[in-house]
Each structure stands twice: as C-alpha cells, then as structure tokens.
C-alpha cells in the first residue's frame, strides 16, 4: 500500500521523482504513448491506480505505485485456445485437432477462460452505450451451430478437398473403370463425408467441454483436419482423460458403424468402395489422435496420466510435449521407410521418383506440425503458470479525479502533485462518468491545454469497462478481452475508484511472464 495509509489524501511530489518511481512518463508528458494490445483471437485491449474517497472526489494511491524498488510490473495483453489465445493477446486456449487419413494432428493454442463479471457494488456513474458482444471468431465460411457453438470450414479444405478427390478419384479408376470421369464426382462425395465425420470427432470433443461448463470458442475444419478452440483448461486429470478420448472413441464408432453397413452392400460396387474408404479412413484418424504425444489426443490423455501420478499439470505438459517432439522426428524418419518398406501393406519400392518425394513431404509436414504443436503446449503450460501473478489491483495506475468541465492543463497539474498517471472524470456525487484517454491527452498541443475540457478527451464508462480490482490471471484478461478498451476503471467491491488499468500495461506483463522461466 501507500504510504498515505489509504487515507485517501493525494501524496505531492516532483515530476522527476514521480518518473524515477513509476519508471513511467505522467499523463500529458509527450513521450507517454498508449500501446495496443493484441486483439484475440485476441481474442479473443490502458492508466494508475486512484480510490476516490466516497464523493470526496480524494484520490487515494494505488499499489502499483508502491511496489518495492519503485517499479511497476508490466501487464499483459487482452485475449489467449485449447485443444487453445493470449490474449492478451489472444493468452491461452485449447485446441483438439483431428487429423485426415494421412495428416491430422491438431495444434494446441489456449485462449483465455471465458468469465463474466458483473459490475461492482456501490454508487454507480452515468452509464454509457450497452457493451457491444464481442466480435465472432472468423476463420473461413460458417457451417451452422450445433450445440450453440460456430463451425467454420477454412478455405484450407477446399484445397485439401480437391486433394482427395483427385487422389480417390484415380483409386476409382482402377477399382470401377467403368464410372468414367464420374468418378470425381463420387471421389467429392468421399471428401465431403470424410470431412463430417472429422467434425462428428469435433463435436464429441465440444460436447465433453460442455458437459463440464468449459466455453468452445469455435470449430474449424482445415487443411489437416479439424480443431475445437476450447478457452478453458479441464479442472482435473480425469477430465482432462475423458475430454481427450472422446474424439478417437467416436472416430472408431464411426469405423464400426461404416464396418457394419459394409457387409450389407455389395463388394466392388460404389457404395460398397465409399463404405470402405470412410471405415478406414475413420480408423487412420483414431488410431493417428492416439499416438501419446501432444498435441495429439493420446498426448493430452499421457498428459492427464502424468498429471494424475504427480498432482503437477506442468509435469504432464512437460513429459507429453517431449514425447511429442520424439513422435514427430519418429514420422520424419519412420514413415517413409515403412511405406518403401511394404510395411503399411503395399508393395516395397525402390528409395527414388516422384513416389518418394511425395512421402518425404508428407512426413515432414506431419513431423513439423507435431513438433510445432508441441511446443506451444509447453509455451501455453509456461504462460498458465505465470498467469496468476497478472493481478488489476498490482497492475493499476494511481488516477485522480477531475469535474466534466475541468480544463485539460489544471487536470494534468492536480496529476501531477498527486503523482498520479491517470484522469477519472466524475460528477458532482464523486460518480465516475467517463476515462480520460491517454492517447489523446498527447495529441493535443502544450498551448491549447487550458481551453480544452477533460470531458472532450473521455471515453464513456460502460459496465464492461469497470473491473474488479480483485480480478487476476485469466479472469482479468477475459473480462478485459470481452469489451476492448485502452482504459479500464478499476474498483473495489464497494464500488469505490481504486485507479485506472492500461492495457498497453497488461500487454507489457503478460509479455514478461512468457519470457520467464518456468
């Protein structure tokens, strides 16, 4: 706390001392800039910390002004998926791949915990515009809802689509030569079931999320399969099991049902050719999401089981995410072996043409995709255990508070003996009406200061811009994500001003958590 006690006195000081204390330039000073912080997806967006006494129009200091050594802690950006952000920029968030036949491993990215908080108790200012909804995830062309939840279709797959065709379409015309370029056609139809039943891999995912009150942002289906942008990590190791089997489990259902309506159709026959393909398909993809490292679902399952024996979620990261680097060197040098070798069931070929190249590239796109996403599963770890020391109340700037009518240049000089780095405009009670922005106390010039009104330079205050001051970690970057801002009023649960909160001072913290180490 201040020295002041929380009396709720504003403490005088220099303008060099104040700079010397906060490591940081005054409101007005034209060096101070406002940063932007990454938006989300980020997600998936501003000031010091002030408590206005009541209708007193006081402002009492801050903690972020009075930490030890007299610096401040940087702050992280708005925003993070699950198997995701980070947010800040978009933080965290979970992501479940489901790969294709050949390429399916999914990414893993985790995106902020989505939380609403409602506005603190108290005296409550002039309420501004309704908050706007947050903006939806693109990602490609909107499918439809199932569950409440969008699926999008990226433009990725009508590449990978036409892909399939071209490939299963030559199959055809060894198989049923007789089909002619209709084969296409057929091999179209191949691709497009192929692809419904990566999402029904999806939705099992998304339907386990739900059932345990974890927010889906989004699915998408892409280039290698599909993903489910998860904005919450599982509570426990078992979820965390059970959210990550889902997916293959109903991959081979899937084989199962496909397997079953084989045997009622003719062999050689077009349904009884789309039949096979789907089972097989269907199995690769499970059996593929099964592989024990991340960011696979048999990574997340190893992960669970890891976390399970140890009680440590980052020691299951850790152990699942090498394993997947290991896992991904095994495809690089493996798979193209076993396919000249005849291992996978066709004939050995000789190490050379075109047949080879194409392995070698479909080994190595699978190899970097699984060792890429490995490693954001261990950054994304390393960014969730550094997340709680991301705390508004730390994090606010020291403000003051200033009538709508208060002249720019008398504003900034009550700032300044009361070594505070932001402006609150109130009314008469002490209610806050609105933010000075920082930005725009820079652009107006020295000399037009005194015949500028603080109101002209504000921002209207909406529910969505008060923050708890007793917000932290990805609650705090949620609720800043859910309604972007270069300023948030920060309060206590009384509703009493404690100061204001910058993102670009969110943004600096959050950047400094992901570089230290864990």
Known sequence: MDESGGSGQPRSGTDEAD????????PGDPATTTARPP?????????????????????????????????????????TRHHPAPAPAD????????????????????????????????????????????KEPGGGLLMGRPFGVPVYVAPSWFLVAALITWVFGGQLDRVLPELGMARYLVSL??????????????????????????????????????????????????????????????SLILGGVFYLALQTVEPGTVPGVLLGGLMISNL????????????????????????????????G???????????????????PLLTHSGSLGTDAQDIGGM??????????????????????????????????????????RRAVP???????????????????????????????????????????????????AVSGLAQDLTDGMRVSAELAGEDLLEVLRATPATEYLVVEDSGEIYGVLSAADVEKAFVKAMARPS
Not at 372 to 381: D, F, K, Y
């Open 189 to 250: 139809f191949f691709a497009v079931a192929f692809y419904a039943s990566v999402l029904v891999h999806e939705l099992a995912h998304t339907v386990a999320a739900l059932r345990f009150k974890l927010p889906v942002r989004r699915i998408q289906l892409q280039f290698f399969g599909g993903v489910s942008e998860i904005e919450k990590e599982t509570e426990t190791p078992g979820r965390e099991f059970v959210l990550a089997f889902v997916g293959p489990l109903l």
């Open 19 to 26: 700079e010397r204390r906060t490591g940081q330039p005054r």
């Open 91 to 134: 933080p965290p968030t979970d992501s479940h791949a489901t790969e294709q036949p050949h390429a399916t491993p999914r990414t893993e990215a985790h995106r902020s915990e989505a939380h609403s908080t409602p506005p603190p108790g108290g005296k409550q200012g002039r309420k501004g515009p309704a908050p706007k909804r947050p």
């Open 284 to 315: 690769i993809v499970a059996a593929f999401n099964l592989l024990p490292g991340l960011p696979l679902d048999g990574g997340r399952m190893l992960r669970a089981v890891v976390w399970k024996i140890t009680g440590k979620p980052m020691s």
């Open 39 to 79: 938006s989300d997806q980020q997600p998936h967006d501003a000031g010091p910390p002030a408590e206005a006494g009541g209708a007193t129009g006081q402002a009492r200091p801050g903690p972020a002004d009075d930490q030890a050594g007299g610096e401040r802690t940087p702050a992280p950006p708005t925003g």
């Open 317 to 335: 990261t850790i152990a699942a995410a090498w394993v997947g680097r290991a896992l991904a060197i095994s495809v690089l040098i493996g798979l």
């Open 402 to 452: 200033v009538e709508t009518h208060t002249p720019l240049s008398e504003a900034l000089r009550r700032a300044n003996e009361a070594g505070a780095r932001a402006l609150v405009v109130v009314d008469a009670d002490g209610d806050p009406l609105s933010l000075v922005r920082e930005a725009a106390i820079v652009g107006v010039p020295e000399h037009r200061r005194p015949w500028v």
């Open 355 to 396: 047949d080879t190249v194409m392995d070698a590239l479909l080994a190595a796109i699978l190899a970097a995709i699984i060792w890429t996403g490995a490693g954001n599963s261990l950054r994304v770890a390393r960014l969730r255990e550094h997340l709680p020391d991301l705390r508004a109340r730390a994090l606010t």
